[in-house]
């Protein structure tokens, strides 16, 4: 176990509930229009459950993908990671529950929560498990119901949010395909910018935190902005330097969707042309957890991101959270 292996992206699959809330139904829901949404997220529509199903009905459909694609049963697994904002419940984690509804016998896993980072947290998580030797099959799963969280009267947070699900699987690489660095961060500064207050140690359910709509998004939308423009360019920078890489050298930029306008900045700044940028916002909006898988599925339907490409992720959630990938693609 003290070799260090290669660690590559070997499948890959997504799900969205087929339910679609669109500006035209938001219209009526609460004061604004699609061309306000438009021009301020980018956002069309996005897919939201109906009652009664759970994250880890999503995340169990986009594992099944995955795991069809790759040509393997669950119990060929060794772990399974679940990164999500919204867990079916504070316990058991969703991961167990992912685990029994796969039949994936014999297999461990857990929750990992770092917002809209989750994804890329957890897919270093997996990768570092795979690289020590311990495992050589891991399912790493980014899923969220964002709509059991949002508040539907509340306009600068209904827009921007939707369900879905992307899970990927990850071996050991030996042609070279692989992870190749990541650079995370927090800043715990940004706590009070974007936070749901209800629910836990510090305020438990009760009719008070109810009646205050405690349990769903609050969202400081200028700090966030402000920082994920400014944070996610700068560690998308020192991750190239550090590798001896330019944007020239990426080709294909996947960054967390949570705004259009903020992913076109931080490619700007990067020094990334639009070209090489993955967007589908338009359709999803901000499914948290599940955005750079979908995103992946995005590049891959389109043509955009094939064998051997230099993919560059980048994240920036509540915490704040802050992260990057660098990997070259496998398939």
């Given at each position: 176990?003290?070799?260090?292996?290669?660690?590559?992206?070997?499948?890959?699959?997504?799900?969205?509930?087929?339910r679609?809330?669109?500006?035209?139904?938001?219209?009526?829901m609460?004061?604004?229009?699609?061309?306000?949404?438009?021009?301020?997220?980018?956002?069309r529509?996005?897919?939201?459950v109906?009652?009664?199903?759970?994250?880890?009905?999503?995340?169990?459909?986009?594992?099944?993908?995955?795991?069809?694609?790759?040509?393997?049963?669950?119990?060929?697994?060794?772990?399974?990671?679940?990164?999500?904002v919204?867990?079916?419940?504070?316990?058991?984690?969703?991961?167990?529950?992912?685990?029994?509804?796969?039949?994936?016998?014999?297999?461990?896993?857990?929750?990992l929560?770092?917002?809209?980072?989750?994804?890329?947290?957890?897919?270093q998580?997996?990768t570092?498990?795979?690289?020590?030797?311990?495992?050589?099959?891991?399912?790493?799963?980014?899923?969220?119901?964002?709509s059991?969280?949002?508040?539907y009267?509340?306009?600068?947070?209904?827009?921007?949010?939707?369900?879905?699900?992307?899970?990927?699987?990850?071996?050991?690489?030996?042609?070279?395909?692989?992870?190749?660095?990541?650079?995370?961060?927090?800043?715990?500064?940004?706590?009070?910018?974007?936070?749901m207050?209800?629910?836990?140690?510090?305020?438990?359910?009760?009719?008070?935190t109810?009646?205050?709509?405690?349990?769903?998004?609050?969202?400081?939308?200028?700090?966030?902005?402000?920082?994920?423009?400014?944070?996610?360019?700068?560690?998308?920078?020192?991750?190239?330097?550090?590798n001896q890489?330019?944007?020239s050298?990426?080709?294909?930029?996947?960054?967390?969707?949570?705004?259009?306008?903020?992913?076109?900045?931080?490619?700007?700044?990067?020094?990334?042309?639009?070209?090489?940028?993955?967007l589908?916002?338009?359709?999803?909006?901000?499914?948290?957890?599940?955005?750079?898988?979908?995103?992946?599925?995005?590049?891959?339907d389109?043509?955009?991101?094939?064998?051997?490409?230099?993919?560059?992720?980048?994240?920036?959630?509540?915490?704040?959270?802050?992260?990057?990938?660098?990997?070259?693609?496998?398939?």
């Open positions: 176990m003290s070799q260090v292996l290669g660690v590559k992206i070997s499948a890959l699959g997504t799900y969205v509930p087929p679609l809330l669109t500006n035209a139904d938001l219209e009526k609460v004061d604004t229009t699609n061309q306000w949404i438009l021009e301020r997220t980018g956002i529509e996005r897919h939201v109906d009652k009664g199903v759970a994250t880890s009905d999503l995340a169990v459909e986009a594992a099944k993908k995955a795991l069809a694609q790759r040509g393997i049963e669950p119990s060929d697994l060794d772990a399974i990671l679940v990164a999500t919204t867990p079916d419940m504070l316990f058991p984690a969703t991961a167990c529950l992912v685990q029994h509804k796969l039949g994936a016998e014999q297999v461990w896993g857990f929750d929560i770092a917002a809209c980072s989750s994804f890329v947290y957890a897919l998580v997996g570092q498990f795979v690289a020590s030797g311990a495992h050589k099959k891991v399912l790493v799963i980014g899923a969220d119901v964002m059991s969280i949002i508040d009267t509340d306009r600068a947070t209904c827009i921007i949010f939707g369900d879905g699900a992307g899970a990927v699987i990850l071996e050991p690489a030996n042609d070279g395909n692989a992870m190749i660095d990541f650079l995370h961060e927090v800043d715990g500064s940004g706590g009070a910018s974007l936070y207050p209800g629910g836990g140690s510090l305020n438990p359910s009760t009719h008070e109810v009646d205050k709509k405690m349990h769903y998004v609050h969202q400081d939308g200028q700090a966030v902005f402000k920082f994920a423009v400014r944070k996610m360019g700068e560690v998308c920078l020192k991750l190239l330097e550090r890489l330019t944007a050298d990426i080709d294909v930029f996947i960054a967390h969707q949570a705004n259009k306008r903020i992913i076109m900045a931080t490619a700007d700044r990067v020094g990334l042309p639009a070209e090489k940028v993955i589908n916002i338009d359709r999803y909006g901000n499914t948290t957890s599940a955005t750079i898988p979908l995103a992946m599925q995005t590049a891959r389109e043509g955009k991101l094939k064998k051997g490409d230099l993919l560059l992720l980048a994240s920036v959630g509540a915490g704040f959270t802050v992260g990057a990938t660098l990997l070259r693609w496998a398939y």
